[in-house]
């Protein structure tokens, strides 16, 4: 009895240590993971919180450029939505998106299917895909403003030439046609995103399961309709909302093209908050109008936040 007692004190001593020094590595772990987080924590709270409230302390406020102004609680908010110009607004910001959104999802996957291939030179066409993505906005603004110049467009000089019309498009001047042009650069700049993003999940399909499918009697529809497109959901869902949140919120290609004219028939949400912010020292009301993209783009990141955390469980 007493050679076993002996014995069984040294154990009991050394899972003592084991555990003091496993808890004393936890800690450390632990210690080291909130100082490598603290930076990007810090960041966030300098670079997006303290601005985001100070954003909505000015939308609650009449504050102007040279005036701090009071508390008006959600007056402005209340004249944004009687104002015309803001519903009109609200409504190109919709079109927008949405035309934009769309001919980048068409033209996007159909790109990604096309450099799927194997073809000569795909390595040059795949970079030069990504040109208009990688191209300076301000860049691609300037040029796109000369090719719908309407005395030097050479968009006119090749539909006329064709003859396909006796006169060219007012482009940029025509409130018809204006929201338009500017959805079509919008559209060009974000087509190799999404061509892109899609041809990375495309190049993750492993390749029997076509075989499979060509075996099996599959045509080629029948393969991109039951093997490609399930497979490939998940990138095209994210590159999709990605792109939803960025033309929703975009401000430079409007801005550079139009500036929100003629007669506000290209005013975005963004374009709208920056000149009657900035441009007209109405701060409160600029404001009040930059926060009221808040809710869409929330809804938006939530549910692709969301959709992550279920495939990453799943």
Same mark, same amino acid.
Not at 89 to 111: D, E, H, P
Not at 119 to 140: E, K, M, N, Q
């Given at each position: 009895?007493? @050679?076993?007692? #002996?014995?069984g004190?040294?154990?009991? !001593?050394? $899972?003592?240590?084991r555990?003091?020094?496993?808890?004393?590595?936890?800690? !450390?772990?632990?210690?080291?993971?909130?100082?490598?987080?603290?930076?990007?924590?810090?960041?966030?709270?300098? +670079?997006?919180?303290?601005?985001?409230?100070?954003?909505?302390?000015y939308?609650?406020? %009449?504050?102007?450029?040279? %005036?701090?102004?009071?508390?008006?609680?959600?007056?402005?908010?209340?004249?944004?939505?009687?104002?015309?110009?803001?519903r009109? #607004? +609200?409504?190109?910001?919709?079109?927008?998106?949405?035309?934009?959104?769309?001919?980048?999802?068409?033209?996007?996957?159909?790109?990604?299917?096309l450099?799927?291939? !194997?073809?000569?030179?795909?390595?040059?066409?795949?970079?030069?895909?990504?040109?208009?993505?990688?191209?300076?906005? &301000?860049?691609?603004t300037?040029?796109?403003?000369?090719?719908?110049?309407?005395?030097?467009?050479?968009?006119?000089?090749?539909?006329?030439?064709? =003859?396909l019309?006796?006169?060219?498009?007012?482009?940029?001047?025509? /409130?018809? *046609?204006? *929201?338009?042009s500017v959805l079509? &650069?919008?559209?060009?700049?974000?087509?190799?995103?999404?061509?892109?993003?899609?041809?990375?999940? *495309?190049?993750a399909? /492993?390749q029997d399961?076509?075989?499979? @499918?060509?075996?099996? =009697?599959?045509?080629?529809f029948?393969?991109?309709?039951?093997?490609?497109?399930?497979?490939?959901?998940?990138?095209?869902? #994210?590159?999709?909302?990605? !792109?939803?949140?960025?033309?929703?919120? %975009?401000?430079?290609?409007?801005?550079?093209?139009?500036? =929100?004219?003629p007669?506000?028939?290209t005013?975005?949400?963004?374009?709208?908050?920056?000149? #009657?912010?900035?441009?007209?020292?109405?701060?409160?009301?600029g404001?009040?109008i930059?926060?009221?993209m808040? /809710?869409?783009?929330?809804?938006?990141?939530?549910?692709?936040?969301?959709?992550? $955390?279920? @495939?990453?469980?799943?």
């Open positions: 009895m007493g @050679s076993s007692t #002996t014995t004190t040294p154990d009991r !001593s050394s $899972r003592t240590v555990r003091s020094r496993l808890s004393d590595l936890v800690d !450390s772990e632990r210690s080291l993971g909130y100082l490598l987080v603290a930076p990007v924590v810090l960041l966030l709270l300098a +670079l997006v919180a303290y601005p985001f409230f100070v954003a909505i302390g939308a609650l406020s %009449d504050r102007t450029l040279a %005036d701090p102004g009071v508390f008006v609680g959600l007056e402005n908010f209340v004249l944004l939505w009687e104002s015309s110009i803001y009109q #607004t +609200l409504r190109n910001t919709f079109i927008f998106t949405a035309g934009s959104v769309a001919i980048r999802l068409v033209l996007g996957v159909g790109l990604a299917l450099l799927n291939e !194997s073809f000569r030179f795909r390595r040059a066409v795949r970079a030069a895909i990504l040109l208009p993505w990688i191209v300076p906005t &301000v860049l691609g300037m040029a796109w403003l000369w090719m719908f110049n309407p005395n030097f467009s050479v968009l006119n000089y090749i539909l006329v030439q064709s =003859g019309m006796e006169h060219g498009f007012n482009w940029l001047t025509d /409130p018809d *046609l204006a *929201l338009f079509l &650069v919008n559209a060009w700049r974000g087509v190799p995103f999404m061509a892109i993003t899609v041809l990375a999940g *495309l190049q399909i /492993p399961l076509y075989d499979a @499918s060509a075996i099996d =009697g599959a045509g080629k029948q393969r991109f309709r039951y093997v490609t497109l399930p497979l490939v959901m998940p990138v095209l869902l #994210t590159a999709l909302v990605l !792109s939803i949140i960025w033309t929703f919120s %975009d401000f430079g290609i409007v801005y550079g093209l139009t500036k =929100g004219g007669m506000n028939a005013h975005v949400l963004a374009t709208l908050s920056y000149q #009657t912010g900035l441009a007209s020292g109405n701060i409160g009301e404001a009040a930059s926060l009221t808040l /809710p869409v783009l929330l809804v938006l990141i939530i549910w692709q936040l969301r959709r992550i $955390r279920r @495939s990453t469980v799943a």
